[in-house]
């Protein structure tokens, strides 16, 4: 996650994802043309894909736009050439990153990335040099405002959930990746609002970056990896201090 929690990478995601609303539609659309030429347009049988309308839904894509990437991806409204690629490396202090890209040219895209790891002090390594630090989990984020805890508890933990951690005005509710389709159906049957849901690489352990200068320049590379179009997300394992993000901030 980019930022020094679990939830402040997903805060430091939305903020960017709110400012360029069209740029992030066009990723998801990729994802869901992707998963649909996979596995078929029927997201009840190809969970891939329908990971990625909710994703689409989470950032307010119109059902037409989503309806539109399906049938691109199935053919009905011409071929789809991209590919699902990732790339590994490290950011400054040795912090591993993982990102998933869908491009329609590796030969622009690796080039691209490998330049904006040397640009911002990292280095781009080699299929496999951190994918090992990581773990494939679902993670959902629930306000603590919208749900009481001890219920909430009882619900997930009865659905599939493997835990539940309190972050003070965020649950954070981890599951295997199997276990997350029903885990989701079950809050949202519950009618509790859901703040963010994905499937995603999570860190087994993480690297605590404790010098303000060198905080920035990982925010400043995760961010650049954001911004690019082929990237769909960017994973590492650092972890920034509340003290420390308070220095960057101010």
Same mark, same amino acid.
């Given at each position: 996650?980019?930022?020094?929690?679990?939830?402040?990478?997903?805060?430091?995601? #939305?903020?960017?994802?709110?400012?360029?609303?069209?740029?992030?539609?066009?990723?998801?659309?990729?994802?869901?043309?992707?998963?649909?030429?996979?596995?078929?347009?029927?997201?009840?049988?190809?969970?891939?894909?329908?990971?990625?309308?909710? +994703?689409?839904?989470?950032?307010?894509?119109?059902?037409?736009?989503?309806? #539109?990437?399906?049938?691109?991806?199935?053919?009905?409204?011409?071929?789809?050439? =991209?590919?699902?690629?990732?790339?590994?490396?490290?950011?400054?202090?040795?912090?591993?990153?993982?990102? !998933?890209?869908?491009?329609?040219?590796?030969?622009?895209?690796?080039?691209?990335?490998?330049?904006?790891? /040397?640009?911002?002090?990292?280095?781009?390594?080699?299929?496999?040099?951190?994918?090992?630090?990581?773990? +494939?989990?679902?993670?959902? =984020?629930?306000?603590?405002?919208?749900?009481?805890?001890?219920?909430?508890? !009882?619900?997930?933990?009865? &659905?599939?959930?493997?835990?539940?951690?309190?972050?003070?005005?965020?649950?954070?509710?981890?599951?295997?990746?199997?276990?997350?389709? !029903?885990? #989701?159906?079950?809050?949202?049957?519950?009618?509790?609002?859901?703040? &963010?849901? /994905?499937?995603?690489?999570?860190?087994?352990?993480?690297?605590?970056?404790?010098?303000?200068?060198?905080?920035? #320049?990982?925010?400043?590379?995760?961010?650049? =990896?954001?911004?690019?179009?082929?990237?769909?997300?960017?994973?590492?394992? =650092?972890?920034?201090?509340? &003290?420390?993000?308070?220095?960057?901030?101010?």
């Amino acid at each position: 996650m980019a930022g020094h929690s679990h939830w402040a990478g997903i805060k430091h995601k #939305k903020a960017a994802n709110d400012a360029k609303r069209g740029k992030i539609w066009s990723k998801i659309s990729r994802l869901i043309m992707v998963a649909a030429k996979n596995g078929g347009g029927d997201p009840n049988t190809n969970l891939p894909l329908r990971y990625a309308i909710d +994703k689409g839904k989470q950032a307010n894509m119109p059902k037409d736009t989503i309806e #539109k990437a399906i049938k691109k991806g199935t053919g009905e409204l011409g071929a789809v050439s =991209f590919e699902e690629v990732v790339y590994e490396g490290y950011a400054p202090g040795g912090v591993a990153v993982m990102i !998933d890209a869908l491009t329609d040219n590796r030969n622009r895209t690796a080039p691209e990335i490998r330049k904006l790891f /040397e640009k911002r002090g990292g280095s781009m390594g080699t299929s496999g040099c951190v994918s090992y630090m990581f773990a +494939k989990k679902g993670i959902i =984020f629930i306000s603590a405002a919208k749900a009481d805890e001890e219920q909430l508890m !009882d619900l997930v933990l009865s &659905s599939g959930a493997d835990d539940m951690e309190n972050h003070g005005d965020m649950y954070e509710i981890s599951c295997a990746p199997e276990a997350y389709n !029903d885990l #989701k159906s079950a809050i949202d049957d519950a009618g509790i609002e859901v703040e &963010s849901a /994905e499937v995603a690489m999570v860190p087994d352990n993480n690297v605590e970056i404790s010098d303000p200068e060198k905080a920035q #320049k990982i925010l400043n590379l995760i961010e650049s =990896f954001e911004e690019h179009d082929d990237v769909q997300n960017v994973y590492s394992n =650092f972890d920034i201090p509340d &003290s420390v993000m308070k220095q960057i901030e101010s």
